[in-house]
């Protein structure tokens, strides 16, 4: 095989990669876990709006979730206000209610040494930790609370996957968290069903199939023909 094949194949190998690729190659196993140790229920814990293009997410797209492209950047689990939050994986804590990143009053974020990190937002209260400060799987690092701080009107933990360090790319969650997502996503969501655009039906039409985040980056679903089309909403 001549050298100047190999490099043609290099070449081509390279020009197939995302753009925005993820730190880590998916593999069967997923990274992290669920964020919450007591299972779906009621009185626990059920998955609100997914993350991606949803249908909400796109009525929002201009007043909420401009800086996510349009994408609705993360995901909701409704939890009533005090249900125990745990850290999706090992890592460090790197900010503690840096409101910069939004989900007030209360957020945290923690890098992973996978080259991910995971942010909670809409917290109860201030965590009990410091930038700095190791975490495990499992360990119980924050209270959900409710962005309107009511208790009563959507009380719920925001959850995003991001890019360590830089966190200027939100990745989809689902691939990255082990649970079983089909059956979370029959009860207790709301705005599951994902906007689509009539020039292009098929995109973007599933969980695992929504597309990364660039903060600030150029609007993704700023749809001509959208459906459900805008006056039904």
């Avoid at 910069?100 to 917290?123: K, Q, R, T, V």
Wanted: glycine share 8%; hydrophobic share 40%; charged share 10%.
């Amino acid at each position: 095989m001549s050298a100047k094949f190999l490099s043609f194949l290099t070449l081509l190998l390279l020009l197939a990669l995302p753009a925005h690729a993820s730190p880590l190659a998916q593999s069967d196993t997923p990274p992290f876990i669920l964020p919450f140790a007591d299972p779906p229920s009621p009185s626990t814990w059920l998955l609100g709006q997914t993350y991606g293009n949803t249908t909400g997410a796109y009525v929002n797209r201009i007043n909420f979730y401009q800086a996510g492209q349009g994408l609705h950047f993360g995901m909701d689990f409704s939890a009533p206000c005090g249900t125990p939050i745990v850290a999706v994986g090992d890592g460090v804590v790197t900010y503690v209610d840096n409101l910069g990143f939004g989900s007030a009053p209360h957020n945290l974020m923690i890098d992973h040494p996978n080259g991910y990190a995971s942010f909670y937002g809409h917290l109860l209260e201030t965590p009990n930790l410091q930038a700095g400060q190791a975490v495990q799987q499992g360990q119980t690092i924050a209270l959900s609370g409710d962005p309107d701080e009511t208790c009563t009107s959507r009380p719920h933990l925001h959850l995003e996957i991001r890019n360590a360090a830089a966190y200027n790319l939100a990745y989809n969650p689902a691939p990255l968290i082990h649970a079983d997502w089909d059956s979370l996503a029959l009860i207790g969501s709301f705005g599951t069903g994902f906007s689509r655009d009539l020039s292009n039906p098929r995109q973007w039409q599933f969980l695992a199939d929504q597309p990364d985040v660039q903060f600030w980056g150029p609007m993704l679903n700023d749809y001509a023909n959208p459906w459900p089309p805008e006056w039904t909403r």
